[in-house]
């Protein structure tokens, strides 16, 4: 939704969203895949989606 990625840009502007890997996220989103469980959210860049789990977000937190 426009909201979750308004909140997921907004940690990543702050440099406080970590990827599940341990980096922190530097771009921002304009899309993403949510996983069915609702908990992570995979990034998708020029319409390529991101599927490795260290690139991923967990969204507990957000």
């Known amino acids: 939704s426009a909201d979750l ?3 997921v840009n907004a940690r990543v ?3 406080k969203l970590i ?3 341990g ?3 530097t771009e921002t989103l304009s899309e993403g895949l949510v ?4 908990l992570v959210l995979y990034p998708v860049y020029d319409d390529i989606p991101d599927l ?3 690139e991923s977000f ?3 937190d957000l």
């Open 58 to 60: 967990e969204l507990k």
């Open 19 to 21: 990827k599940r890997g």
């Open 52 to 54: 490795l789990v260290e």
């Open 35 to 38: 996983r069915e469980d609702g």
């Open 23 to 25: 980096d922190v996220a």
């Open 5 to 7: 990625l308004a909140r």
């Open 13 to 15: 502007r702050d440099g």
